[in-house]
């Protein structure tokens, strides 16, 4: 047992300078049965961020995880207070969930500043809440660790695996072509959610969970964990107890959020075939750490690695077989076994990670690949540059061969092609449109849509993944080329061209692109270009960006007027600069 300090939440209760402000808080905290001993006695407060609620479905759980974790917490000594965390649910907010990772990390910066709070556990699961709350714990620096809430049980329709987002596009394709009815498809939707939890295929909820840990602020083995299982319940009692001897040692997350842990997340994100988002969330949370991190990064240190992880969409299988193969442990120990991680650095364990991942090899090779027979080599993302944006990334491990035989196997031009771009202004056009037959669409053709990133949405949405005309599908062509300055479902199995920065609300290359001009991509090069004449280009920026939505409430002003862009991770950028905010208590209040 470590010695006892003291913390700052007994700058509210155990204050004999300013006696009448320790009465003042101390009052109120009775009025539901808690005593002013235990308020006093010189324990840590634990708060529990609470992500879960009735319009949060994914971390739902969490109402009855946090129980577990109180219970953690008053074993070893803390004294637990649970408050709520701002909802951000992917699936169900409109214009997008992305407007409230920023809200939600305002939010909670302000309740740990704020209130009497020692540390906290971070309960996480749908995609957001994971980037929201770290932001949030860095900029504050208090000790702060994270429960994830875990994925659903594995979908299954008609024998066959169902997927979280992957059965919907599947779906969605077989509508186009006529194969199902309406009535199936929305049962194939219903088969993919079949228990409490997030998403039970590798979209951005199991990814940004599997970055926690690969960061080191989540106990060891804790991401993968299904909800349901008797294991998450006994991993939120873990976590609860660990928090309190964190509180004691005062492990903040500036000792354990370095560049290190960043690359080995990047590393970890290519392995297990993660979401195309965790590039602008991973660039959130190093820059609101303090850490520098760059977007040749994921090109220097995230390509070259081979995906290991058998999981949709990049492979076959779901959560729970994930989570029995071994994890996010099991895929690191891979690395870790090869050099690919700078594993001797901290984590909330109280061990280096290295120590983590001792014994971890996984026992399923079906699911999880060893390094030297991997599903596909070099399985990063692609960083793009042009005269079209500055930064945009690919997701390569979902290229099917289908599409790799179409597009990028051209005898001496291999990963090199030329499209005619399909410029679509927002979804509503793009539904409005696809399959109008004046558009002549064909596999020659790019679909880009733009107006779907930070400012222009706002929020960037996730409308990139645009399916064929229904013409096409029925044909077999279940996938063009697709560009865009918004983002994707990391359910996605399209290997889109994602995150374009600037977006062409603020005059990025794609608010000059017209239908008809040819795109060329080189993946070899890193670049994708518009074919046009540089003085006709010129001309066009005479017409101005295209137009926008009006902001429809007051947070999406504000969010529009302090955004920056996804290439740096879409951060409130007046807020970057605040860091271990925790270390100036704030004024009292009366």
Not at 91 to 106: E, F, G, K
Not at 211 to 223: I, N, P, R, V
Not at 409 to 435: L, M
Not at 444 to 457: E, T
């Amino acid at each position: 047992m470590s010695t006892a300090r003291r913390y700052r939440s007994q700058d509210w209760f155990d204050n004999p300078e300013h006696i009448d402000m320790t009465a003042l808080y101390l009052e109120r905290f009775m009025n539901y049965g808690i005593t002013p001993e235990e308020l006093r006695s010189g324990r840590p407060i634990i708060g529990i961020a609470q992500s879960g609620s009735d319009i949060s479905p994914c971390n739902r759980i969490h109402l009855e995880l946090a129980k577990r974790v109180r219970d953690g917490i008053r074993d070893a000594g803390g004294i637990a207070m649970e408050f709520p965390l701002h909802p951000i649910f992917e699936n169900c907010r409109r214009p997008t969930a992305a407007i409230d990772r920023n809200l939600a990390y305002l939010g909670l910066v302000e309740i740990l500043h704020g209130y009497p709070i020692d540390a906290v556990v971070l309960t996480t699961g749908c995609d957001k809440t994971t980037p929201a709350q770290l932001m949030a714990a860095s900029t504050v620096d208090i000790p702060a660790i994270v429960l994830s809430g875990g994925p659903m049980l594995d979908g299954w329709f008609e024998g066959e695996l169902a997927g979280s987002g992957t059965a919907i596009w599947k779906g969605r394709r077989q509508l186009a072509a006529g194969e199902i009815d309406n009535e199936k498809f929305l049962q194939i939707a219903a088969a993919s959610a079949p228990s409490a939890g997030h998403c039970n295929t590798m979209g951005t909820a199991s990814t940004m969970n599997a970055m926690a840990e690969a960061l080191g602020m989540s106990l060891t083995g804790c991401s993968a964990i299904p909800a349901p299982y008797r294991e998450r319940g006994q991993m939120a009692y873990e976590t609860g107890r660990r928090i309190v001897e964190m509180a004691r040692l005062d492990i903040k997350p500036s000792s354990i959020l370095s560049r290190e842990a960043f690359l080995d997340a990047i590393v970890v994100n290519a392995a297990i075939g993660g979401s195309t988002n965790a590039q602008q969330h991973i660039m959130a949370m190093a820059r609101h750490a303090g850490v520098e991190l760059h977007s040749s990064d994921w090109m220097e240190y995230g390509h070259a690695v081979p995906l290991l992880l058998n999981m949709q969409p990049a492979g076959k299988f779901l959560g729970e077989r994930f989570h029995r193969a071994g994890g996010v442990p099991a895929v690191m120990w891979e690395l870790e076994q090869q050099g690919m991680l700078r594993s001797d650095r901290p984590t909330v364990t109280g061990r280096s990670m290295r120590d983590n991942l001792a014994g971890r090899e996984t026992h399923d090779r079906e699911v999880i690949f060893a390094f030297d027979q991997p599903l596909k080599k070099d399985a990063g993302f692609f960083v793009l540059r042009g005269n079209l944006f500055d930064f945009a990334i690919m997701k390569t491990s979902v290229i099917s061969d289908a599409f790799r035989a179409r597009y990028l196997s051209t005898p001496g031009s291999e990963n090199i092609f030329e499209s005619r771009a399909i410029v679509f202004d927002g979804s509503g056009d793009y539904h409005a449109r696809i399959n109008d037959p004046a558009l002549n669409i064909d596999e020659d053709c790019m679909l880009v849509i733009r107006g779907a990133g930070p400012i222009g949405w706002p929020g960037s949405a996730e409308v990139v993944n645009m399916q064929p005309p229904d013409a096409l599908v029925k044909r077999g062509i279940n996938a063009l080329p697709t560009l865009g300055d918004g983002r994707q479902s990391g359910t996605s199995d399209s290997p889109s061209i994602l995150n374009a920065s600037p977006e062409s609300a603020v005059g990025g290359g794609l608010a000059w692109l017209r239908t008809g001009d040819r795109i060329r991509v080189d993946l070899n090069a890193g670049r994708c270009d518009v074919q046009v004449d540089p003085v006709e280009w010129e001309e066009r920026k005479k017409d101005g960006i295209p137009a926008i939505p009006a902001s429809q409430t007051p947070w999406q002003e504000i969010y529009r007027s302090t955004v920056g862009q996804m290439e740096n991770g879409a951060c409130m950028e007046l807020a970057v600069p605040y860091r271990g905010v925790a270390n100036n208590q704030a004024r009292h209040n009366h």
